[in-house]
Every structure is written in structure tokens, then in C-alpha cells.
């Protein structure tokens, strides 16, 4: 599964951005897809997971401000983040695994994208 993302860069607080990941390499069916971060000096943090039982789910911190949509068409999840604070600037990452371990696609994703700077100034 290839992953390449697109979008991201500096905003001011309030505002939004979306960041984009194109997905190829096997069939759609076969994997899910979210997004995690890293902000400077911190661990891995999921935004956009899914687990069994529960599915889309999104971190405390960005709940109500940031959604997961996908275009089946185009072979593209986004990630739209509204009413950015200077706290989620990070390094993003659009990440996949197996579907059959989607518990696992946030804590031990298989397939990263090459990350995008989101920068939120105060």
C-alpha cells in the first residue's frame, strides 16, 4: 500500500486546513486508513483510528474540530481540521494497516505516508 500525502503548512489559531492521502497498491477493501501525529518532543498520538466495535473514533483533543472523509473515486482520505489551536502543530501522518487489525492502525500501523508539517501560530 502506498501512501503520499498532500496539504498541511502554517495557519493562524481558528483556522482550518485539510491534508489529503492518496492510497494505492491494493484493493481498498483490503486495509484502513488514519492519522496520527507528532508534535515536537512528544510520542505518537492517533487522531483518526478505528477499532472494532466502535469504528472512527477520534482523540479527545481534536473531537468536534477535526473529521475523516474518503473519496472511493479518487482513491483519497482527508482530514479536515477546523478551529486549529497552537497545540496541534505537529508532524502528520496518513497511516494503513490490514482491516483484520484495525484495532492496531493507530498503535502499529503497517503503512505510513511521508508525514506534512501543520504549524499553528498563536
Known amino acids: 500500500v502506498q501512501l503520499v500525502q498532500s496539504g498541511g503548512g502554517l495557519v493562524q489559531a481558528g483556522g482550518s486546513l485539510r491534508l489529503s492521502c492518496a492510497h494505492s497498491?491494493?484493493?481498498?477493501?483490503?486495509?484502513?486508513i488514519g492519522w496520527i501525529r507528532q508534535a515536537p518532543g512528544k510520542e505518537y498520538e492517533g487522531v483518526s483510528c478505528i477499532s472494532r466495535g466502535v469504528g472512527r473514533h477520534y482523540a479527545d483533543s481534536v473531537k468536534g474540530r477535526f473529521s475523516f472523509s474518503s473519496d472511493g473515486a479518487k482513491n483519497t482520505v482527508y482530514l479536515q481540521m477546523d478551529n486549529l489551536k497552537p497545540e496541534d502543530t505537529a508532524l502528520y501522518y496518513c497511516v494503513a494497516t490490514g482491516t483484520e487489525y484495525r484495532d492496531y492502525l493507530c498503535s502499529h500501523p503497517d503503512y505510513w505516508g511521508q508525514g506534512t508539517q501543520v504549524t499553528v501560530s498563536s
Open positions: 497498491g491494493s484493493t481498498s477493501d483490503d486495509y484502513v
